[in-house]
């Protein structure tokens, strides 16, 4: 008995598990059309090859809170506070480095 509730447990969490991945990953999805349109619109020094890796970089080193910013201005669209969010997120020593490996990928350094 006690082993048929414990799978019946892991099972349920393995669905949680895998409704949370979907739910995060359709985040992501939305918030990189915001982080896109933020580079292309407010850091004009960025070159055009270089906007979707350095969306995938700030996307990657986002927390939960920025990357709700970024969803959010995908449905209401880019404001000052999305570019502040971005602003942030490209300071961190981890974004840097996934920046620069991106333009050295891309020949553009």
């Known amino acids: 008995m006690r082993y048929v509730i414990l799978l019946t447990l892991t099972l349920g969490l393995t669905a949680c598990d895998q409704v949370q991945t979907a739910v ?13 349109e933020t580079l292309a619109t407010r850091f004009p020094q960025v070159p055009q090859p270089l906007i979707t890796p350095f969306t995938d970089c700030i996307i990657d080193n986002a927390g939960a ?25 490209l300071s961190r ?13 891309r020949g553009l350094t």
């Open 24 to 36: 995060d990953n359709t985040a992501r999805q939305t918030a990189k059309g915001a982080v896109a």
């Open 65 to 89: 809170l920025e990357l709700r910013e970024f969803a959010r201005a995908a449905v209401v669209g880019v404001t000052d506070d999305t570019a502040a969010v971005a602003r942030e997120v």
């Open 93 to 105: 020593p981890e974004t840097q480095q996934c920046l620069t490996s991106a333009a050295l990928a």
